[in-house]
């Protein structure tokens, strides 16, 4: 049974850090691009950065330059660095993985987590 957990979600005040981390079980890690989505009240999921399994990474212009995607295949965990955080950042955090296709497409994920829910004061 394939699982992933989110953790590391809260309140943070505009401009500041927060790191969230999704663990996952019961999948070979190393061969999934994991990403991580987000949705924000009253709006659709999108899409927020992708690492691949050689490491290659990809970010939404809304991110890039602000946020950090990496993973550790040791622990089966992918993180996502959120640094000068903004307003606008303020969602439900999705991680998911999936073994191919267009890594910013959510079609591309076959198992997600549950979210972590961010909140940023402005």
């Known amino acids: 049974q394939v699982q992933l957990v989110e953790s590391g979600g809260g309140l943070v005040q505009a401009g500041g850090s927060l790191r969230l981390s999704c663990a996952a079980s019961?999948?070979?890690?190393?061969?999934?691009?994991l990403g991580w989505f987000r949705q924000a009240p009253g709006k659709e999921r999108e899409f927020v950065a992708a690492?691949?399994?050689?490491?290659?990474?990809y970010y939404s212009d809304s991110v890039k330059g602000r946020f950090t995607i990496s993973r550790d295949n040791a622990k089966k965990t992918v993180f996502l660095q959120m640094n000068s955080v903004k307003a606008e950042d303020t969602a439900v955090y999705y991680c998911?993985?999936?073994?191919?296709?267009?890594?910013?497409?959510?079609?591309?994920?076959?198992?997600w987590g549950q979210g972590t829910q961010v909140t940023v004061s402005s």
């Open positions: 690492i691949s399994v050689s490491g290659s990474t």
């Open positions: 019961g999948l070979t890690f190393r061969r999934y691009t």
């Open positions: 998911a993985a999936g073994l191919g296709g267009s890594t910013g497409s959510e079609r591309a994920y076959d198992y």
